[in-house]
């Protein structure tokens, strides 16, 4: 089992930045992908970004070049970068594992980003 915590959530203004945390604990494999993932009111969870335990990364058009997704391998921990932050960011985000066939989420951290 792994078990994927995450932290840094909050109200932020437009134009601002964030940084969110996830803590993975558990059975963790020496290869994985780790991701973000967010899920806005009324509308499908999509992804933000992913990492490899390799390090190559993949981010959605919509964040590129705002957000940096990254990861420590030490401390098992992944995180997400956040500047340059819009309205249209605001959602309901998951941290989110996939190693051997399995996936794992956390339980989210709320961003809203409003005036």
């Known amino acids: 089992q792994v078990q994927l915590v995450e932290s840094g959530g909050g109200l932020v203004q437009p134009g601002g930045s964030l940084r969110l945390s996830c803590a993975a604990s558990g059975s963790l494999r020496d290869r994985n992908v780790m991701g973000w993932y967010r899920q806005a009111p009324g509308k499908q969870r999509e992804l933000v970004a992913v990492?490899?335990?390799?390090?190559?990364?993949n981010y959605a058009d919509s964040v590129r070049g705002r957000f940096t997704i990254s990861r420590d391998s030490t401390k098992n921990t992944l995180y997400l970068q956040m500047n340059s932050l819009k309205p249209a960011d605001t959602a309901v985000y998951y941290c989110?594992?996939?190693?051997?066939?399995?996936?794992?989420w956390g339980q989210g951290t709320q961003v809203t980003v409003s005036s």
């Open positions: 990492i490899t335990s390799g390090g190559s990364t």
């Open positions: 989110n594992l996939g190693q051997w066939g399995l996936q794992y």
